[in-house]
């Protein structure tokens, strides 16, 4: 990862990094801090916070030693993938903090399907292709109190790792596999990609803040993996019909000769690779 590399990269026109057009009006500005090792880019995200480093603040590193994946798991980032952090401060109420992780998720995948490469996501975080991943989201927050308006997101960071020149494990492509034959898109380099990861958390935080709640979630859906999917709980038959207004997974689950609409959160379920 070279720096002049990627501030070229993120001076291409908003079109080059699959920016809608709505959208390429928006100027975001990037504090960019480079690695070639770190433990986890969360982690050295949260240092430069606490150092009085704000909004735009990105680090990103060559590979990880600990790199944080969902539920306390460890992200295996050797040198070849992107593995980065931006640091948001989105003044949102906490219970919107679910949501944020699928605007990056839809955001990256978007502007990723503008430039010829076919991403979904498996809900709630990560971003596949043919049931393989090829990439995933780790968001976390800190709140404050706010006595008349409740708690507030004050920070926020997005993980982003994505699979480019990187040793795949088993279930796994990177977006590099994933470029049309004969494709003239830009995405040649890593520095591209970050860029596009980049562009792609904004585009999708600002997008659900332009189009609300409703017009995000139902985008979303158009992206979802697993939707129709058939899965088991606790035993029980049941079908995945897509995503609530605050993020929740909705499943038809049979039950005692009857169908049950149920919400589960992140965390509650797996739904696999491959199908």
């Given at each position: 990862?070279?720096?002049?590399?990627?501030?070229?990269?993120?001076?291409?026109?908003?079109?080059?990094?699959?920016?809608?057009?709505?959208?390429?009006?928006?100027?975001?500005?990037?504090?960019?801090?480079?690695?070639?090792?770190?433990?986890?880019t969360n982690?050295?995200?949260?240092?430069?916070?606490?150092?009085?480093?704000?909004?735009?603040?990105?680090?990103?590193a060559r590979?990880?030693?600990?790199?944080?994946?969902?539920?306390?798991?460890?992200?295996?980032?050797?040198?070849?993938?992107?593995?980065?952090?931006?640091?948001?401060?989105?003044?949102?109420?906490?219970?919107?903090?679910?949501?944020?992780?699928?605007?990056?998720?839809?955001?990256?995948?978007?502007?990723?399907?503008?430039?010829?490469?076919?991403?979904?996501?498996?809900?709630?975080?990560?971003?596949?292709?043919?049931?393989?991943?090829?990439?995933?989201?780790?968001?976390?927050?800190?709140?404050?109190?706010?006595?008349?308006?409740?708690?507030?997101?004050?920070?926020?960071i997005i993980?982003?790792?994505?699979?480019?020149?990187?040793?795949?494990?088993?279930?796994?492509?990177?977006?590099?596999?994933?470029?049309?034959?004969?494709?003239?898109?830009?995405?040649?380099?890593?520095?591209?990609?970050?860029?596009?990861?980049?562009?792609?958390?904004?585009?999708?935080?600002?997008?659900?803040?332009?189009?609300?709640?409703?017009?995000?979630?139902?985008?979303?859906?158009?992206?979802?993996?697993?939707?129709?999917?058939?899965?088991?709980?606790?035993?029980?038959?049941?079908?995945?019909?897509?995503?609530?207004?605050?993020?929740?997974?909705?499943?038809?689950?049979?039950?005692?000769?009857?169908?049950?609409?149920?919400?589960?959160?992140?965390?509650?379920?797996?739904?696999?690779?491959?199908?």
């Open positions: 990862m070279d720096y002049q590399n990627l501030i070229n990269a993120l001076g291409q026109a908003a079109c080059q990094l699959g920016v809608l057009p709505e959208l390429a009006a928006l100027r975001p500005q990037f504090q960019i801090h480079l690695y070639d090792e770190l433990s986890s982690q050295t995200a949260w240092q430069l916070v606490e150092q009085g480093k704000g909004a735009g603040t990105v680090v990103i590979q990880q030693r600990a790199g944080k994946g969902q539920w306390g798991r460890t992200w295996i980032s050797p040198p070849g993938g992107l593995y980065l952090s931006l640091v948001l401060a989105p003044a949102l109420p906490l219970a919107q903090a679910q949501l944020l992780t699928l605007t990056s998720a839809w955001g990256i995948a978007t502007s990723l399907k503008n430039l010829g490469v076919s991403i979904q996501i498996k809900w709630p975080n990560d971003l596949v292709s043919q049931g393989r991943k090829v990439g995933g989201i780790l968001t976390e927050s800190r709140m404050i109190e706010q006595s008349e308006t409740g708690a507030h997101l004050q920070w926020v993980g982003v790792g994505l699979n480019w020149d990187n040793p795949l494990p088993q279930n796994a492509c990177s977006v590099r596999q994933l470029l049309p034959d004969g494709s003239i898109a830009s995405v040649n380099t890593l520095e591209d990609l970050a860029a596009i990861a980049l562009r792609g958390i904004w585009q999708g935080f600002h997008y659900w803040q332009q189009q609300g709640d409703q017009r995000f979630i139902d985008a979303y859906q158009q992206k979802l993996a697993c939707r129709g999917k058939k899965i088991s709980i606790s035993g029980h038959p049941a079908v995945v019909e897509g995503v609530s207004i605050n993020g929740d997974l909705l499943v038809n689950l049979s039950r005692d000769g009857g169908n049950l609409i149920r919400l589960l959160k992140p965390g509650e379920i797996r739904l696999g690779y491959n199908g």
